[in-house]
T-cell receptor
């Protein structure tokens, strides 16, 4: 079974530039999450989708971050304009939560490491 | 969201059992206890979860206190590959998984 795919794996940009990260969840997973992980900290939930609807985006800095999940499958997280403090690993995860076959597992991709100079 | 408290770091010798504690005194009756681990340069991976009874799987065991205010993840024989950050999370059924800072486990050869 293919896992959660993320790209790009690494991205270096100057502050005030924009960047986009892409996530393809495991097939059939209804719920998709974006987390931000700053070095030395645990992952921080930014936004969660159930199918193509937003369930919670209370921690998403909406003045610069945006995310969408088209047709309830792939998702894109965008940062515009980027700040130095946005340097982090952006993790995408998916789950069968919200379906009849939910088993408790959250599946993560390998993450996209962003460095803002 | 209910919170969990874990020690920042622990050490274990290779091939010895490891008991990783987690306190969750504000847990509600419907919260599941989940454990994930994060190996270096990887995304977190699921380890185990439970509600009230102790649980075993191929990776670990989860011991849940009778009052559910604490739990312990047990690795029966630590290997060098088990060196990771272990996160204890309460899942409340609102689709949210909130991670804390976790316990960094160091395994000594």
């Amino acid at each position: 079974e293919a896992g959660v795919a993320q790209s790009p794996r690494y991205k270096i940009i100057e502050k005030r530039q924009s960047v986009a990260f892409w996530c393809n969840p495991i097939s059939g997973h209804a719920t998709l999450y974006w987390y931000q992980q700053i070095l030395g900290q645990g992952p921080k939930l930014l936004i969660q989708f159930q199918n193509n609807g937003v369930v919670d985006d209370s921690q998403l800095p909406k003045d610069r971050f945006s995310a969408e999940r088209l047709k309830g499958v792939d998702s894109t997280l965008k940062i515009q304009p980027a700040k130095l403090e946005d340097s982090a690993v952006y993790l995408c995860a998916s789950s069968l939560v919200g379906t009849e076959v939910y088993t408790g597992e959250l599946f993560f991709g390998e993450g996209s490491r962003l460095t803002v100079l | 969201d209910a919170k969990t408290t874990q020690p920042n770091s622990m050490e274990s010798n290779e091939e010895e059992p490891v008991h990783l504690p987690c306190n969750h005194s504000t847990i509600s009756g419907t919260d599941y206890i989940h454990w994930y681990r994060q190996l270096p340069s990887q995304g977190p991976e699921y380890v185990i979860h439970g509600l009230t009874s102790n649980v075993n799987n191929r990776m670990a065991s989860l011991a849940i206190a009778e009052d559910r205010k604490s739990s312990t993840l047990i690795l029966h024989r630590a290997t060098l590959r088990d060196a990771a950050v272990y996160y204890c999370i309460l899942y409340s059924g609102t689709y949210k998984y909130i991670f804390g800072t976790g316990t960094r486990l160091k395994v000594l050869a």
